[in-house]
């Protein structure tokens, strides 16, 4: 079943009983209903706790480089500018289409990439992507006791929401559940965001399959499924599979996963270069060589005359990420507008940005490539990555322990750090469990190192 661009949006909110009225620009409202969710998000807790929380490189330092909060924002930035090329694009092309869907693709679009982009990275847990591993890894080594009840009590699925823990399906929980609260739809976003942030729209169980781009990872946890099931059936996102537990990707995901790509690859060799892991010649070589069949403002010759002219060299490098990111947007929205055949019918496999031009493709690549061997590897990250095993695991253990165990002594004083939002007491193993991932993966780098140092007795807390 093919989806339809008339279908794929809705001010439907989660937790809400009925659809309300559409909503548009010129509404008596201060806000639409997706203006609400970006300003939701932006004022949240779990988005500022992204302040503390590493991108690529360890915080803080005495050189100010990205973390995951001015990362989204970034990202927010690039998405909203995405969203608006596609959106002007979308109504453009269906001229004869209703009032409502032109005013939704020119005016609401730029609204709700953004969001979703500000939400992108919420449930990523602290140190990187390395925490993510380092939760997988601490339940792939469970004994003993707890790890025959593990394999006992839990469904397939329910082990793999631990064994293959994944941030993206953490952000959908973190963003829909209520967890200990009354008020249920979590933070109440509309079903349109909630869906953008869906890179990949599986179960944990067939998710890290790379047959298709939506179980390269998951995108919901087991307790989850049925919300995302009530969204894709409010949207018409059809399933892929017959147990329904692999669905399309929503088209918006694609611009929300390439405002991601294109600010990583430039926003990391920024820092990079800030923290002279490469200098600004390294960083010409790697990125001018996109302009090189460009006209215009885009010609090469022209952006190298302009850098010239400019004496401080960090601004020198911020002028070519203005270059590089306008120039990715551009490349990005066509790339788009020329696939809506198959991203409608589910079938894109492929990251918009690998939909490009050969010679553009190819310098992306280079760049890549360049990142993961002088970057991601650098030895300050590879620090932070292996101490973030160790934080994590330790974290992990301690509450499990307790949670499975509450009634020694130390235990209930364990218990007594876990937020009330937490289903600590629950007679089920895997919300247990859920509520020790909850609370380590939503805390920030240095309180997760604080907690660690006092709980192992490497530092005596101070009275506050």
Not at 96 to 110: G, K, S, T, V
Not at 415 to 420: I, S, T
């Amino acid at each position: 079943m093919s989806m339809q661009w008339t279908t794929l949006y809705s001010p439907m909110r989660l937790g809400m009983r009925a659809v309300p009225e559409a909503q548009t620009p010129a509404a008596t409202e201060l806000r639409t209903s997706f203006v609400r969710d970006y300003d939701r998000l932006i004022f949240s807790s779990a988005f500022r706790r992204l302040q503390n929380k590493t991108q690529v490189f360890p915080l803080p330092g005495a050189v100010f480089v990205h973390n995951r909060l001015t990362h989204s924002l970034e990202v927010a930035s690039v998405g909203r500018s995405l969203g608006k090329a596609v959106g002007d694009a979308l109504a453009d092309a269906y001229p004869q289409a209703e009032r409502e869907f032109a005013e939704f693709y020119r005016y609401e679009l730029p609204s709700v990439i953004a969001a979703a982009c500000l939400a992108h990275d919420i449930g990523n847990p602290p140190f990187g992507h390395s925490g993510e591993e380092a939760i997988r890894q601490y339940f792939t080594s469970l004994e003993g006791a707890l790890a025959t009840r593990f394999a006992h009590e839990l469904s397939t699925n329910q082990q793999a929401d631990f064994l293959k823990f994944e941030g993206n399906a953490n952000a959908f929980r973190t963003l829909t559940h209520a967890f200990n609260e009354n008020m249920q739809g979590g933070y109440r976003l509309t079903y349109t965001t909630l869906a953008s942030i869906v890179k990949y729209p599986c179960i944990s169980a067939a998710g890290f399959h790379k047959a298709q781009l939506a179980t390269k990872k998951s995108g919901f946890f087991d307790s989850e499924l049925a919300t995302w099931q009530q969204i894709a059936q409010t949207l018409h996102i059809p399933a892929l599979n017959e147990e329904q537990t692999v669905y399309a990707r929503h088209p918006f995901v694609f611009l929300v996963e390439a405002a991601d790509d294109i600010c990583y690859r430039m926003i990391d060799l920024e820092d990079a270069h800030r923290l002279g892991i490469l200098n600004l010649s390294q960083l010409l070589q790697l990125v001018l060589p996109l302009f090189d069949h460009e006209t215009g403002s885009n010609n090469r010759g022209r952006i190298e005359q302009i850098m010239q002219q400019i004496v401080d060299v960090n601004q020198k490098v911020q002028y070519l990420r203005s270059k590089f990111i306008g120039l990715m947007i551009d490349k990005t929205t066509k790339a788009f507008v020329s696939h809506q055949e198959q991203l409608l019918q589910g079938q894109l496999q492929q990251p918009l940005l690998q939909l490009l031009d050969s010679h553009t493709h190819a310098v992306l690549q280079q760049i890549d490539h360049y990142s993961v061997e002088h970057i991601y590897n650098h030895r300050s990250v590879v620090e932070i990555e292996l101490a973030g095993y160790t934080v994590i695991g330790e974290l992990l253990k301690l509450f499990t322990q307790a949670v499975l165990q509450p009634g020694s002594p130390r235990h209930r004083k364990l218990l007594q750090l876990v937020p009330a939002q937490y289903h600590a007491a629950s007679s089920q193993l895997y919300a247990r469990l859920q509520c020790v991932v909850d609370f380590v993966a939503g805390m920030t780098d240095l309180y997760a190192v604080d907690l660690y140092r006092k709980l192992t007795g490497m530092q005596v807390p101070a009275f506050k």
